[in-house]
Nanobody
Framework: QVRLVESGGGSVQAGGSLRLSCLASGNTASINYMGWFRQAPGNEREGVATIRTRNGSTYYADSVKGRFTISRDNAKNTVYLQMDSLKPEDSAMYYC?????????????????????WGQGTQVTVSA
């Protein structure tokens, strides 16, 4: 089994930055993709950014391209999400997720139902 623990959320003003971290433990060798998803109240969970852990390929939602950067440190079993130029509409609970699937298309990497397990989430609040 894989366990995921997020950290790094918080409150920031618009235009500011935050970095989220996701530490994976357990059977990490089974992971092919890790990703960040977010969910605001009343909204569906949406993909933000994902990374293929073996080769570092990255995938981003259009809404965060050029502002967010996902990266990984395989030696530390950790994935990061650097969030710059934050906007109030980025406010949400951010979740880390992983999958052992190796057959995902670019679009599928941003679909929450392709990922399990999930972390407990970390709140990001951006004020205007």
């Amino acid at each position: 089994q894989v366990r995921l623990v997020e950290s790094g959320g918080g409150s920031v003003q618009a235009g500011g930055s935050l970095r989220l971290s996701c530490l994976a433990s357990g059977n990490t060798a089974s992971i092919n993709y890790m990703g960040w998803f977010r969910q605001a109240p009343g909204n569906e969970r949406e993909g933000v950014a994902t990374i293929r852990t073996r080769n570092g390929s990255t995938y981003y939602a259009d809404s965060v391209k050029g502002r967010f950067t996902i990266s990984r440190d395989n030696a530390k079993n950790t994935v990061y999400l650097q969030m710059d130029s934050l906007k109030p509409e980025d406010s949400a609970m951010y979740y880390c997720a992983a999958t052992g699937r190796s057959d995902l298309t670019a679009i599928q990497t941003l679909r929450a139902f392709n990922f399990y397990p999930w972390g407990q989430g970390t709140q990001v609040t951006v004020s205007a």
